[in-house]
């Protein structure tokens, strides 16, 4: 399927950082600090990368960034800036509004992937930001972003995502797997990150692309030993990654990194030593 009258937007919705040393996990400071050089709290900048995918007769938009139901100190900590809530401003630029969203699809629900399914109305009551769309996650990341673990607890907020228990909530679809969704979209479930976590494949114009998610959340992350602290199992993140990697530098699929602050997509070849390489689209 090669959807050829197929759109595809990378959406900002917030800049935020995060610990260096928590986002490369076993790699030294000097190592990836010539990439991602680190402000004076040590923290890297990160963007919150949303994706718009353009049909003639639907509207999709993988995860929804950071939202706004921060406090000031916590806008702080995690440097919260440039945010565009609700993904309005960039919506509208492609002539759209949130309740012209079709189709939701949630990699997982960390606060940075999910907070945005809720902004606030002209009152100052939280809304469900895209009230007409179908929400699509993985049923295992949802069972266990009910009970997570005490070493991940703080990635899940419970009031990012239940607005779904709200007799008007919009549907909410629990996924079981590898499927396809519609329109040759399909979501791939990877576990090293988090249990249930999805990553969204599908095709636009005879391209193929893949939006990763925190498998592999910059550009800089394509390396085997380049994991995240955050991640539950590293050494599966990595088997997951390595197989992602081998149909993308084969095959010339174009990944979308979620997090990346100034590469949104990249293709994926192998440098002389054998190691994947992101090359910038042209």
């Known amino acids: 399927m090669s959807n050829p009258e197929r759109q595809i937007i990378a959406l900002e ?17 000097p190592l ?10 040590n923290r890297i900048a ?4 949303c994706l718009l995918i353009r049909d003639p007769d639907r509207v999709t938009l993988i995860d929804t960034g950071m939202g706004t139901r921060w406090s000031e100190k916590e806008r702080g900590i995690y440097k919260i800036d440039a945010q565009d809530a609700g993904l309005r401003q960039a919506l509208a630029a492609q002539n759209l509004t949130p309740e ?60 990012d995502f239940d607005l779904f228990d709200a007799p008007d909530a919009p549907p909410l679809h629990l996924v079981d797997g590898i499927s396809e969704l519609f329109d040759g979209i399909e979501v791939l479930p990877v576990h090293g990150h988090t249990f249930g976590m999805q990553v969204v494949k599908f095709n636009a114009a005879g391209q193929t692309y893949a939006f990763v998610a925190d498998l592999i959340p910059t550009a800089s992350h394509l390396r085997d030993p380049y994991v995240m602290g955050y991640d539950l199992q590293p050494l599966k993140t990595v088997e997951e990654k390595r197989e992602i990697l081998y ?26 030593h054998g190691q994947p390489v992101a090359v910038p689209l042209e």
């Open 100 to 159: 012209d969203v079709d189709d939701v699809i949630l990699t997982h629900l960390h606060f940075d992937h999910a907070g945005g399914l809720r902004t606030p109305d002209a009152e100052g009551v939280l809304r469900p930001t895209f009230p007409n769309a179908r929400h699509w996650v993985q049923r295992r990341n949802w069972s266990w972003a009910h009970s997570p673990s005490a070493r991940d607890a703080g990635s899940y907020r419970v009031e």
């Open 46 to 49: 990160m963007s919150a990368r």
């Open 247 to 272: 149909h993308a530098q084969r095959e010339g699929w174009i990944l979308i990194f979620e997090h990346d602050p100034t590469t949104a997509m990249a293709r994926v070849d192998l440098d002389r």
């Open 13 to 29: 919705e917030s800049h935020f950082g995060l610990d260096g040393g928590a986002m490369f996990g076993i790699i030294p400071r």
């Open 32 to 41: 990836w600090a010539r990439t991602n050089p680190p402000d004076e709290n």
